[in-house]
């Protein structure tokens, strides 16, 4: 019979500062009782079994089951507590019919037995099944009745036998329950449709359930039931409440736990995604205001912007590329940025990612890093040939987000809206992020070109949003830490210890390059078209011709 106890002796096992140990000697000195431990790489500790059993540090691991106080039934003390008077004596007197089952007596020893006990009828020979019948008679229920009462009363005691409390105004759960499952059935199909009112979902439940069980069958709760019944299930499947698209967007939620992508170095996990920018700007070809998009690479451990660029509606697969091309040879930073935005230079492989010309320079604008994954959308431009050629060559994994799925690649969604907030709502010629909040004519005020937008958000990423704190980012170890992204690189390298670069500083190019005729050797020194597609890449103005061509 399992209980709350549990052996401790050679071969117990515990959980000790979030290791398993074994034990592996008990031994009694002047001191009190001590145990030694062996891990599971063979080493050795000695504790007292005072420390062992009442430290927060360890942990019994019992060999059978039995009682928890993680489980989620209530203590017998909240159980009859909750009862009334006349509820306490209703399960004091079926308490004693049970023991009388089980004993013969109703106090449940002979000691304390009254006068004419054990009854013939449950005498201790009896069968325990001539009991439950005889009981079942005397009390006038069914011989189930007393059968699940005998079974809580060993498994809980008394408070096994106390009536079970209703949550209070559930008009669910005092309804009946089919009407509530056919309503939830109604709500569940109105999912990707115009939202109903009440009144039609109330409607069609309930000419579903007389065709389904037919008239009469069914109570049908009243009007103002009903509408409590529809909150209740509001809960479950959001219908009326929210947007319709929100409503779809829960709907699709999966219904059991699934996994997460969790990085645990800079590096691993390479977000990519595209959107749309809130403000105008000025083509630097035609000189007519235009909508920009966004197109930026972050890494997930450290949210690090490493790759950015603007280009006018709509992005290509030869931006994505570009973008790929500056996580691979960062860009300089500014010469008029603040110290702080350039990323320290311990522990970034500057001899191996950096041009000569550029080593000259003030720093790198966000950290050399080799995506070992990328995580990308389902648009045309994250998974064209070119790049899915370019990464197999390269060993990059491409991981595609789920569809209308922002959450999978949150940071950056949560980017965006920080960029619009933080800086493109200070901006002339911002437009809001929809059409009830555009302005009268917000493109009469665009004067900045396409070009000169990256430059300022490519300057408020790093002296802003690198610098600043995030809540998501934090150390297991010091959850009350923040770190800003530029703090957590630095953390990661410290704690993985590496990162992965490039074996070829020519592999950038891969990028650039749409593979043509008989591929060159990749040890062999850039052409003149190499060169001239990174000067493109590096001046966004210049790129403008290219894209259309």
Not at 279 to 299: G, H, K, N
Not at 309 to 336: H, M
Not at 490 to 505: C, F, K, N, T
Request: glycine share 8%; hydrophobic share 40%; net charge positive.
């Amino acid at each position: 019979m399992s209980g709350a106890w549990a052996r401790v002796g050679v071969g117990t096992r515990f959980r000790y500062d979030g290791e398993t140990v074994e034990v592996v000697e008990l031994v009694t000195t002047m001191a009190g009782s001590e145990v030694v431990l062996k891990d599971g790489r063979g080493r050795l500790r000695r504790l007292s079994l005072k420390e062992l059993l009442f430290s927060d540090r360890a942990d019994v691991i019992p060999e059978q089951s039995g009682p928890s106080a993680g489980d989620v039934d209530e203590i017998a003390s909240v159980v009859l507590g909750q009862l009334h008077e006349g509820e306490r004596q209703k399960v004091l007197e079926r308490a004693e019919h049970v023991r009388e089952v089980l004993t013969g007596y109703r106090a449940g020893c002979s000691e304390l037995g009254r006068a004419g006990e054990p009854r013939r009828e449950y005498a201790l020979d009896k069968p325990l099944e001539v009991k439950y019948a005889a009981k079942a008679a005397e009390l006038g229920v069914t011989t189930r009745s007393v059968r699940r009462w005998v079974a809580a009363f060993r498994e809980h005691g008394e408070a096994g036998l106390a009536p079970r409390k209703r949550l209070a105004g559930s008009a669910a759960a005092a309804a009946d329950q089919r009407w509530a499952e056919t309503a939830l059935e109604v709500m569940t199909e109105f999912t990707g449709e115009s939202r109903p009112s009440r009144t039609l979902v109330i409607e069609r439940t309930r000419a579903r359930v007389i065709a389904r069980f037919g008239p009469d069958v069914v109570v049908q709760p009243s009007r103002a039931t009903a509408f409590r019944i529809l909150a209740e299930l509001e809960r479950r499947h959001p219908l009326f409440r929210l947007s319709t698209k929100r409503n779809r967007d829960i709907a699709k939620r999966p219904g059991g736990p699934y996994g997460k992508l969790r990085p645990t170095r800079p590096g691993e996990y390479l977000m990519m995604d595209t959107t749309r920018l809130d403000v105008f700007a000025f083509d630097p070809l035609t000189l007519r205001w235009v909508q920009a998009e966004l197109t930026i690479a972050m890494d997930w451990y450290t949210r690090c912007v490493t790759g950015i660029r603007v280009t006018p509606v709509s992005t290509k697969a030869v931006d994505v590329s570009a973008v790929l091309y500056q996580c691979f040879r960062p860009r300089s930073a500014g010469r008029e940025w603040p110290r702080h935005a350039v990323w320290p230079e311990h522990g970034i492989p500057r001899t191996v990612l950096v041009d000569v010309e550029g080593a000259t320079g003030p720093g790198l604008a966000s950290p050399p890093l080799v995506p070992e994954t990328l995580v990308v959308d389902h648009g045309k431009v994250y998974v064209s040939e070119h790049l899915t050629s370019v990464c197999r060559r390269m060993g990059i994994s491409i991981q595609p987000a789920r569809l209308r799925t922002g959450r999978d690649k949150g940071p950056v969604e949560r980017y965006f809206r920080t960029l619009r907030e933080g800086l493109l709502e200070t901006l002339p010629g911002y437009k809001g992020p929809d059409i009830h909040s555009r302005g009268e004519c917000p493109e009469d005020d665009a004067f900045f070109f396409l070009n000169e937008l990256e430059a300022i958000i490519r300057q408020w990423t790093a002296a802003v949003y690198h610098c600043r704190p995030h809540a998501s980012l934090v150390d297991p170890g010091l959850p009350g830490l923040r770190m800003s992204p530029a703090k957590m690189f630095e953390h990661g390298l410290a704690r993985a210890g590496y990162i992965d670069v490039p074996r070829d500083r020519d592999l950038a190019f891969e990028f650039l390059c749409p593979p043509s005729g008989a591929r060159s050797s990749t040890t062999a020194s850039r052409s003149a078209a190499a060169v001239t597609a990174e000067r493109v890449c590096l001046n966004p103005a210049r790129a403008v011709p290219i894209r259309g061509g």
